[in-house]
């Protein structure tokens, strides 16, 4: 599977935005698919991750109640609502996608996800 991410930009804190990650291949359904995001200087951090099927999510606390992560199957389309922005939200942000079933544990973890997208830059000024 191939991963395009898009819808980066530059908003003001308490604004919002919508990334979108577009997936190629017929297994889309299949795969566990999440964001991470990596600011200057630290680690790649999970965000947010739904499940191939009934359409279980999960959130970093830090984001929780302002991000929603939603998959559209027809479309192949995964989104990342975010909202009421804030100036520590700013990093690139990355899609990744994983075949295997993962723990809730394990899809927090970005080396278990063998699929990525480029990463789209979000900024957010204070």
């Known amino acids: 599977v191939q991963l395009q991410a898009s819808g980066g930009g530059l908003v003001q804190a308490g604004g919002s935005l919508k990334l979108s990650c577009a997936a190629s291949g017929h297994t889309f359904d299949y795969y566990v698919m999440a964001w991470f995001r990596q600011a200057p200087g630290k680690e790649r951090e999970f965000v947010a991750g739904?499940?191939?099927?009934?359409?279980?999510?999960y959130y970093a606390d830090s984001v929780k109640d302002r991000f929603t992560i939603s998959r559209d199957y027809a479309k192949k389309l995964v989104y990342l609502q975010m909202n009421s922005l804030k100036p520590e939200d700013t990093a690139v942000y990355y899609c990744?996608?994983?075949?295997?079933?993962?723990?809730?544990?394990?899809?927090?973890?970005?080396?278990?996800?063998?699929?990525w997208g480029q990463g789209t830059q979000v900024t957010v000024s204070s």
């Open positions: 739904i499940r191939r099927t009934g359409g279980y999510t």
């Open positions: 990744a996608a994983e075949p295997r079933g993962l723990s809730t544990y394990q899809l927090r973890t970005p080396q278990l996800y063998n699929y």
